[in-house]
C-alpha cells in the first residue's frame, strides 16, 4: 500500500487593513451625537419643560419662577419637618405605616355621607402621598407632646359648658369623651408650640434664601 504524502498547511499571515484616522474620528463622532442625542431625548423634561410656538420654556426658567414664589416658604416647610423628625428621634418616637393607615381610615369614617378622602384631597389639592405625610408628621407632633399632656375632670366640665353649642354629642357620655378629645387636641397644640419654639431657638439653622 503506497504510503501517503504529508500535506503541509501554511497560514497566511492576518494582514490588518489600516484605518484612516480622520474617518475613525468621523465614526466615533457620529456614535456620540447619537447617544447624546437619544440621551436628551430620553430625559427631555430635565432641559425643557415645554414649547410655545416653537419656542422651549426651560426647566430652569420653571424652576426660577417656583422658587421665587414658593421657594421660601417650602423651604420654612422643609426646616420645620426637620425639627420634627430630628426630635422624634431623639425621643425614640415611632409611627409606622399602620399608624398612619389607621389615621387615614379614620379620617374617612368621618367623611363618610359627606364627601370622599379623594374628592376632599383634590379640593385641595393634595396627593394622597403628600396626605398621608401630614398625617404622619401630625403623629409625631401629637407623641411627641402627649407625654405632658393632661386633662382634669374640671376642665372637662368647663369646657363642656362653654362650648355647648359646637359638640355634636346628644348623650352625657359622648359629650365628655367628645369635649375630652377636643381639649386633648387643643392642649397638645398648645404644648408642642412650646416645645417647637424651644427646638427652633436651638436649632443652628442657615437659611441661604434670605
Do not use: C, H
Not at 419643560?49 to 414664589?69: D, F, Q
Amino acid at each position: 500500500m503506497p504510503a501517503r504524502k504529508a500535506v503541509k498547511i501554511v497560514e497566511k499571515p492576518i494582514v490588518e487593513t489600516p484605518t484612516n484616522p480622520k474617518i475613525r474620528f468621523i465614526t466615533i463622532g457620529l456614535l456620540v451625537l447619537i447617544i447624546l442625542a437619544a440621551l436628551v431625548w430620553k430625559f427631555k423634561t430635565l432641559f425643557v419643560v415645554a414649547m410655545v410656538n416653537g419656542r422651549p420654556v426651560t426647566r430652569m426658567e420653571l424652576e426660577g419662577k417656583i422658587m421665587s414664589r414658593y421657594g421660601k416658604q417650602t423651604l420654612d416647610e422643609i426646616i420645620n419637618e426637620r425639627l420634627v423628625t430630628e426630635k422624634a428621634e431623639q425621643d425614640k418616637i415611632v409611627v409606622t405605616g399602620t399608624d398612619v393607615d389607621n389615621k387615614v381610615a379614620d379620617l374617612s369614617k368621618m367623611l363618610a355621607g359627606q364627601t370622599t378622602l379623594d374628592a376632599a384631597l383634590a379640593q385641595q389639592g393634595l396627593t394622597m402621598e403628600e396626605f398621608r405625610r401630614q398625617v404622619y408628621l401630625q403623629a409625631l407632633v401629637e407623641k411627641i407632646a402627649e407625654p405632658t399632656v393632661q386633662i382634669s375632670d374640671q376642665e372637662v366640665t368647663d369646657y363642656i359648658a362653654q362650648n355647648k353649642t359646637y359638640l355634636t354629642a346628644t348623650e352625657e357620655g359622648a359629650i365628655k369623651q367628645e369635649a375630652t378629645i377636643a381639649l386633648r387636641r387643643q392642649k397638645i397644640s398648645e404644648v408642642f408650640g412650646k416645645i417647637f419654639a424651644d427646638l427652633k431657638a436651638k436649632a443652628k439653622i442657615i437659611n441661604l434664601l434670605q
